[in-house]
């Protein structure tokens, strides 16, 4: 599987953006998908995932009500909305996948696919 992520940018606090994550090379219908970000000087961190077949979706406590997952099947793409967006969400974004048929999955180590990073810079 390969991952294109893109959608980062610049953002005042409270504002909005959309990140995407296109999947090619493989059918993601066993797959989990997830988004994970990783602060400068920081390890990288589980932010929200979504399981393809039944769009089953877990987030990670600070970003429940602001930040959704969600999937187009069509466009074999996952995006992640962020909203109400904060200082502290500043971080590269990497979309992963895994194959590995459990749930929910949110740890770095059980996901065997990464795109590259997407930028996320939130300014007060």
């Known amino acids: 599987v390969q991952l294109q992520a893109s959608g980062g940018g610049l953002v005042q606090a409270g504002g909005s953006l959309r990140l995407s994550c296109a999947a090619s090379?493989?059918?993601?219908?066993?797959?989990?998908m997830g988004w994970f970000s990783q602060a400068p000087g920081k390890e990288r961190e589980f932010v929200a995932a979504?399981?393809?077949?039944?769009?089953?979706?877990i987030y990670t406590d600070s970003v429940k009500g602001r930040f959704t997952i969600f999937r187009d099947a069509a466009k074999n793409t996952v995006y992640l909305q962020m909203n109400s967006l904060k200082p502290e969400d500043t971080a590269l974004y990497y979309c992963?996948?895994?194959?590995?048929?459990?749930?929910?999955?949110?740890?770095?180590?059980?996901?065997?696919?990464w795109g590259q990073g997407t930028l996320v810079t939130v300014s007060s």
């Open positions: 992963a996948a895994t194959s590995a048929g459990v749930w929910p999955v949110f740890k770095v180590f059980e996901y065997g696919y």
């Open positions: 090379g493989r059918t993601l219908s066993r797959y989990a």
């Open positions: 979504i399981s393809w077949m039944v769009g089953s979706t």
